[in-house]
């Protein structure tokens, strides 16, 4: 590795680990789905999505940064309390219920591969991920969460693997083609909500916060270091502060807008790749993302087939510790418990019981008769409904409650936000609208 790539490599922190945190399991078979049924016709919604997920992240990012405390802490200063316990609830809720569809999505993929009990390996593999984020500190596992990310390739060289038109994807891409059927609406609105997750807020904002207290990382002490000494400097040198802070915003913008980019760009690639096989086919109805790594075998051959279920076990290994973790941080932070996965599970019992309550309750319903693509369906809804009030929540505190003045975000930066929660509340009103009988 070159001294060049070995920089920016640890440049990147928790903005690529929440991108590709935003590719799990689930959301492979969301954009499988509008692959297989719409062909090439949805590549667009992954650029049209990305300066407001990178908005919304960067934010995130920011007051977990800036205040050294997650969002939930944040956000209790500004909400009543019952309004914060509902929409917390609405997250831990939806992450159990996503754990289960990733576990089960695991479990499915495996056994294509090798054959075998389904619900023992995903039993198994949740297991596998509680193991791992209770014994290790933070600061040793921010590292192999970030090398899991990389796993997330694998998709790209799927989409090399197989023969596609790229003529064709670029037209469907640059010239969108739109209409009112309701299951292209819904598919959309699909894409959206898997892209825009309340747990990826969470997440990032808890990391940023511990990236923060660990300031004597490598990477952030020399600048951190400069900002304090430049803080209790006379006012002449204000302009030297205000200049350690610009760094450190700069750093967060480029790890979430890579994180952000990578996330994106892979959705991109599966949708493409299920086009160019699944929809070419015929084969337009894929429910899960096994399902979609099995239709591919006879179509794209084994090598497709391998890879797309390699990246469905990896992926999950990444997206099951963020969702459990985003939800303890959250609770833990409603409730005031101690909790970091920085602290040994000895110092801060209630955030890691949180944290296993939400493993192996997600890894319990895999286990039941409950079908995972109904666990999906409600997943799916839970996260809608709890995204709009989030993030409308957030960017109120962030843009004209207590913190507007110690983030000072640019103008440009609020107004993406802003959109970004109007963008949801268009697609949870879409989700809506569709479930009222005769409303095609």
């Keep these: 590795m070159t001294d060049g790539l070995r920089r920016f490599w640890s440049a990147l922190g928790p903005g690529l680990v929440t991108g590709a945190a935003d590719d799990d399991p689930s959301g492979i078979a969301t954009y499988s789905q509008a692959g297989a049924q719409f062909g090439f016709a949805l590549t667009w919604t992954m650029f049209l999505t990305l300066p407001f997920m990178a908005a919304i992240q960067i934010i995130s990012a920011w007051v977990g940064w800036q205040t050294r405390q997650g969002l939930a802490r944040n956000l209790g200063r500004q909400l009543p309390a019952p309004v914060l316990l509902f929409l917390v609830s609405l997250l831990v809720v939806a992450n159990t219920i996503n754990i289960a569809a990733d576990l089960a999505a695991m479990g499915e993929a495996l056994k294509l591969v090798v054959g075998g009990p389904q619900i023992f390996y995903a039993l198994v593999f949740g297991g596998i991920c509680l193991v791992l984020e209770v014994a290790i500190p933070y600061h040793r596992y921010a590292g192999i969460l970030k090398f899991t990310a990389l796993v ?79 803080a209790r400097k006379p006012r002449a040198t ?116 949180i944290v296993g309550a939400a493993t192996l309750g997600g890894a319990a319903l895999t286990a039941t008769e409950i079908d995972p693509i109904t666990m999906l369906f409600w997943s799916a809804v839970v996260n809608g409904v709890a995204a709009v009030p989030i993030m409308v929540a957030m960017m109120w505190i962030v843009s004209r409650g207590a913190l507007a003045h110690t983030l000072a975000l640019p103008r440009w930066l609020q107004i993406l936000g802003w959109l970004a929660a109007a963008l949801m509340m268009v697609a949870v009103a879409l989700m809506l609208w569709s479930s009222v009988p005769g409303s095609a």
């Design 238 to 353: 204000r302009a030297e502060a205000s200049a350690a802070r610009s760094l450190h915003f700069r750093h967060v913008t480029n790890d979430t807008w890579v994180g952000m980019c990578f996330s994106n760009a892979v959705s991109f690639f599966i949708i493409v790749t299920t086009a160019a096989t699944l929809h070419a086919a015929g084969v337009t109805k894929v429910e899960t993302a096994a399902q979609a790594a099995e239709a591919l075998r006879p179509i794209a051959g084994n090598l497709a087939f391998f890879l797309f279920s390699l990246g469905i076990i990896g992926t999950g290994f990444l997206a099951v510790p963020v969702l459990a973790g985003s939800a303890a941080y959250a609770a833990a932070e409603t409730f005031g418990l101690r909790g970091s996965l920085e602290l040994p599970a000895s110092r801060a019992l209630g955030f890691y019981a």
């Design 152 to 230: 997330l390739l694998v998709y790209v060289a799927a989409a090399f693997s197989v023969k596609i038109p790229w003529g064709e994807v670029a037209r469907s891409t640059l010239i969108p083609q739109v209409s009112f059927d309701r299951d292209l609406i819904l598919t959309i609105v699909a894409v959206f909500g898997t892209t825009i997750s309340p747990y990826l807020f969470f997440w990032q904002a808890s990391q940023e916060a511990e990236e923060s207290r660990l300031s004597h990382r490598a990477r952030h002490a020399k600048a951190l270091a400069e900002e304090e000494v430049a």
